[in-house]
């Protein structure tokens, strides 16, 4: 109870709440093709919008936490998340503010914003899955034969030969592919906030991507990834400890 408390307290939870409402009404309107639930996800989605404006804020902050990471490429895809400034005067757009913003050309804009702030964000994502794989696969190699450490220590020590060997080539190459694999489940279930992040990226990926045309989903797959990933989202917001830090 006390953590749904401080989680309505927190300014991202109605803007959270307000898109998951958005992405269950998105294939229901379309599948229903009722105009007054079509018309409810438009207001949904610019109440979303007027709530997003302090995130500009949460995302400048970490932007400027960022800088003094000494990982380059950590540094460029946290940068990346400002695209939330372009969402902004799309909002002042539509609410008739800024009532000479081309709206469709913002929408536009602001997907491929979108797009490439996720890639960034997977990228970073992919950074830390190769670190932590790295000092798994080196703790793994330092451990004793017989502990059982349930990813066998080394991709090397394979037990098969080399390529010019009659045990080596194709099963060596699957074995090797084998052990990353355990090793890479092994990384993730350790860490749950990085397995959150990446499937909340991976979900909200589908959606700029059918937005832009690139990749048509349709209205059923955009929503289900869009309330998986906000309900994911609400997720590390109740529970802090889940969320992603760098």
């Not at 989605?45 to 990982?71: I, P, T």
């Not at 950074?127 to 790295?134: A, S, Y």
């Not at 090797?176 to 860490?191: D, E, I, P």
Request: with cysteine.
């Amino acid at each position: 109870m006390d953590a749904w408390v401080c989680f309505s307290a927190q300014g991202q939870a109605q803007e959270r709440l307000c898109r998951a409402a958005q992405y269950v009404h998105s294939p229901l309107g379309h599948a229903l093709q009722r105009h007054g639930i079509r018309q409810l996800e438009g207001h949904l989605s610019l109440g979303r919008k007027l709530l997003c404006l302090g995130n500009s804020a949460d995302a400048l902050e970490s932007a400027k936490r960022a800088v003094h990471l000494s990982d380059v490429v950590l540094r460029l895809c946290i940068t990346a998340t400002l695209y939330f400034a372009c969402d902004n005067v799309l909002w002042a757009g539509k609410s008739g503010l800024a009532p000479r913003v081309d709206q469709e050309k913002g929408a536009q804009r602001s997907f491929r914003y979108y797009l490439f702030s996720l890639i960034m964000n997977l990228g970073r994502d992919a950074c830390e899955i190769r670190l932590l794989m790295e000092q798994e696969s080196s703790a793994c190699s330092r451990r004793p034969k017989g502990s059982g450490s349930g990813v066998p220590g080394g991709i090397e020590t394979g037990g098969l030969g080399g390529p010019g060997t009659p045990g080596g080539g194709l099963p060596q190459l699957a074995l090797k592919l084998q052990l990353r694999v355990l090793l890479l489940a092994r990384v993730l279930r350790g860490h749950p906030p990085l397995l959150l992040d990446v499937v909340r990226n991976a979900c909200d990926l589908f959606i700029p991507l059918d937005k832009l045309g690139l990749w048509r989903c349709g209205p059923g797959i955009v929503g289900l990834c869009g309330l998986v990933s906000s309900i994911l989202s609400i997720l590390t917001l109740i529970c802090p400890w889940l969320r992603l830090k760098p």
